[in-house]
């Protein structure tokens, strides 16, 4: 374990000249700092940001920081939908040839999906569901074959999950739940709505992102590729999104890590030289900042685990069965992401 006080990107990751490495939802927060620090080690990062001004805005801060032309390059990205996923995957496929580090940063957060939504009753809650861990997972299992082939010609790949300690949490935690048949994902898990409602949502989705990570880690075959989990800590992502937190944030930032530390445990599992020389200490493993090997939750269970990513499979075979809208909710929700 290394203190997020002691942790220094330049010092401590190796060189990755010659890697290439795709960030979701890169554009701004944790991981546009994974991206700068990344590419500032040599790696051609490409910048996974569904909006494309946003993207190319960012490439270009980037730029503006020091990070030479071309090391960073914008890639268009949404999830939102699991036909989107597959878009976004099959597109930069047809981009790179290898794919070295692998991070899974995008998600859809409870604040911004809530400025979204009409009423705290709003349909759009599952959506946030299928996002975080549909989408994810649909986008995973295009770009896994070329990142298990870099493995074996390159000698190392790495997938990172950016997961959450909200895996714990809510909904989360409930012992009762389960993921054996497609109406296990239509539960309601935030009545009432609100923001109570819409981290319910988010819970569960960490979880399933938790419990995919679980599941593939175990399946690998691939000797010289690596799974590793992070939470990223308590982490100063949103005291711009309202006037009220932008009055706040300097009280805010006393509690919470700015977003260049917030990426720092995501930074360590990608690129440090200690997980390589220690693989099986870390391969497989969550971890808190920076570097803490962490217990999961009580529900990633390897049973558990396989059910759900079982179902989530049938569900991604038959596109007919999205929007995942739980029993009796209003049809033809439409889609949203922050």
């Known amino acids: 374990m290394t203190s997020k006080k002691s942790f220094k990107p330049d010092r401590d990751l190796a060189d990755l000249t010659g890697k ?34 946003a993207g190319k805005a960012a490439v270009s801060q980037l730029e503006k920081e020091g990070i030479p032309k071309g090391r960073v390059i914008y890639a268009w990205c949404d999830f939102s939908t699991t036909g989107k996923a597959k878009e976004t995957g099959e597109k930069l496929l047809g981009q790179i040839d290898r794919l070295d580090i692998y991070v899974l940063n995008g998600a859809m957060y ?27 997972l649909r986008l995973l299992q295009i770009l896994l074959p070329l990142i298990e082939e870099t493995s074996d010609k390159y000698g190392e790949a790495r997938i990172v999950t950016v997961s959450s300690m909200a895996h714990t949490l809510s909904r989360a935690k409930d012992p009762d739940i389960q993921f054996k048949t497609p109406d296990d994902f239509r539960q309601d898990y935030g009545p009432g709505g609100g923001f109570r409602g819409a981290f319910a949502y988010y819970a569960v989705s960490k ?22 989990s992070v939470d990223p800590g308590m982490v100063n992502t949103f005291s711009n999104t309202f006037l009220i937190t932008r009055i706040l944030s300097p009280i805010i930032n006393l509690f919470f890590d700015s977003p260049e530390v917030g990426a720092y445990n995501t930074l360590f599992a990608a690129a440090s030289p ?13 971890l808190t900042p920076v570097g803490k090997l962490t217990p999961v939750g009580a529900n990633v ?38």
């Open 110 to 136: 409870v604040v911004g999906f809530l400025d979204s939504c009409e009423a705290i009753e709003d349909p759009l809650l599952p959506d946030l569901l299928t996002a975080n861990h549909f989408g994810n």
């Open 207 to 228: 979880l399933c992102q938790q419990m995919t990570h679980t599941v593939l880690h175990k399946r690998n075959k691939h000797p010289n590729l690596i799974f590793i």
């Open 20 to 53: 290439v490495v795709f960030v979701t939802g890169s554009n701004r927060g944790i991981g546009l700092q994974t991206v700068k620090h990344l590419a500032r080690k040599g790696a051609t990062v490409y910048l996974g940001s569904r909006s494309e001004e």
């Open 274 to 286: 200690k997980v390589k020389e220690k693989r099986d200490k870390y391969d497989g493993k969550f």
């Open 301 to 338: 269970t390897l049973e558990k685990a396989e059910e759900m990513l079982e179902t989530s499979q049938a569900f991604l075979e038959k596109e007919d069965m999205f929007p995942l809208l739980p029993r009796g909710g209003k049809e033809g929700a439409a889609s949203s992401s922050s």
